[in-house]
């Protein structure tokens, strides 16, 4: 059988997990380092030694507490983070043989906790204070599962039917699968934490009515879609935002049939590498990613990148999309595309590019764009003060608006760090912390 066929409409995890023996002999490796680099490396600061540690001695619970204790989505995490540039990549036995499966390992513990239907945590003795959480992604999670532990009463607003958010909706399940993302959501449930998911805060309920009722504010609102390519010809039948395309694989809202199309995605980060081995395995015969840059400049993780070839996705460097072309009935029937070069670098250290003035036509029958995500403009009437979409916020997270702070993909930029599962994660955790100084002056830190 073709590759391709074998991809098609398979949306299982490509990754196979390790076996119990497989386990047992990767986690004999770990050296129990004294000051572990791999704990430094990962953001949320998993106690890694010890996690594997467990492993050794059979004690899988004790080993899936540890990981969730540090990073609330650390299910997820273990399929998604880029391990070989965190944590493995930091492993001192890199210099001698190879790193320590972490990733793997880290499946394998919480894995064991999902199979075995095991609630980790409760919730911490009440404070009577109560905070609101809008957003139910990575950071909203481990902010409310950080609060609860603290015992605040919170409560997570959600605009979607279903808690998760990234997770559960923006990662393509042949990575991260639903079931993996509700699992950490009845794991942030369980410690009393109320989701009220088809709630938009700014329709349904304001966000000055959220400042009346609580005691503090959580935005965790993650970014919005994918801004317009502002080309001629966009409007065509057929030209999709890559994050309501991967949605729409995970929700089976996708009602189009890909078999045997031609497309191309716009865009070379990783939500443009997700829509196109989605494509792939909707059953397009040939999915191009089109980069303005080179392969250097690209955004997307190397596995990633390596992963998209595999399947058989082509790249297409320099090439800027000019105009989509369609047919009378307003469907796709090309893109036409600038040649590029490099010129000097930009403010981002990036080097900017240029027009040559060649162009070239791709005969196509479906677009995905991936060019990034816009931001909420309704923030910029509540007082929240934003730059070019960011939220602004002080060293503990608040906002420029009264009792309201901000974490995760909201705040990504202007020196946030990188857009990561597990950065937000610990953004999560850190406002969590941040707001209990604030309310109760305290800084003492959950624990298991």
Known sequence: MH?????QLNFEEVEPPFSNQEAMDEATRCLY????????????GIDIPTFIKKITTENLLGSARTIMEANPVGASCARVCPTEELCEGACVLNHSSKAISIGKLQRFATDWAIHNDKILFKAGKQTHKKVAIVGSGPAGLSAARELALLGYSVTIFEKDTEAGGLDTYGIVSFRLPKRISFWEVEQVKSVGVTIQTNTTVGQDISLKELQD????????????????????????????????????TKTGALSKDFHGKRGVVIGAGNTAIDGATCAVRLGANNVK???????????????????????????????????????????VTAIECMEMTLGDPAEDGRRR????????????????????????????????MTNKGVITIDEQFQTTAVGIYACGDVIFGDGQGEAMVVSAAEQGKQTAYAIHEQLLGKRSETSA
């Open 213 to 248: 009722s609580y005691d503090a504010v959580i935005l965790a609102v993650g970014m919005a879609n994918v801004p317009m390519l502002g080309i001629p010809g966009e409007d065509a039948q057929d030209v999709y935002d890559a994050i309501e395309f991967v949605k729409a």
């Open 33 to 44: 380092c004294y000051d572990a680099p791999c704990i430094t490396a990962c953001p949320t």
């Open 289 to 331: 990613i089109l980069y303005r840059r080179t392969e250097a400049e690209m955004t997307a993780y190397d596995f990633e990148y390596t992963f998209a070839k595999q399947d058989g996705v082509e790249f297409r460097w320099l090439h800027s999309p000019t105009q989509i072309l369609q047919d009378e009935n307003g469907q």
């Open 353 to 384: 590019p240029i027009p040559t003035g060649n162009v070239k036509r791709i005969e196509v029958d479906f677009i995905i764009k991936a060019i990034g995500q816009s931001r909420y403009d309704w923030l910029d009437h509540a007082e929240v």
């Open 3 to 7: 590759l391709l066929d074998k991809l």
